[in-house]
């Protein structure tokens, strides 16, 4: 039974952390964003995020928040959200879940502490500025 579900695997789809190209004195803040890579759309893409970790030796988790997108278009990006400076000390995951081709996929996308940072920067494609990314 278990040779008749197909293991397919989640290709051309990244999560990429970017800085904002102007930043305000009261926040420091960064946006995450979801890249289509694919030469098809993707539907009912679901995000959840959340952070978890140690910070000065306490235990911190962040809420768990809840993205929706219909239908994410070919070669495409979308925002899904911000995220301050002061969490990437924690462990930050996006699991995303969306439909492809008639089948369901899903994959957690996970930037351990620390590699949100400048030395991991790639150029990120569709945005077209230094970020980091995880393919």
Partial sequence: ??????????????????????????????????????????????????GYGEVEGEKMKTTILRHFFEEIPPLSVVK????????????????????????????KYIFVNGSIASENFTRIPFINRPGVMIR
């Fill in 1 to 50: 039974m278990m040779k008749d579900i197909p293991n397919l695997k989640v290709e051309d789809i990244a999560i990429a952390v970017v800085p904002r190209e102007i930043q305000s004195d009261e926040e420091d803040l960064w946006d995450t964003y979801l890249i289509n890579l694919k030469e098809d759309p993707i539907t009912n893409v679901l995000i959840n995020s959340k």
């Fill in 80 to 107: 899904i959200e911000p995220i301050q400076v002061k969490l990437f000390g924690l462990t930050n995951e996006y699991w995303v879940s969306f439909t492809y081709d008639d089948y369901m996929y899903d994959k």
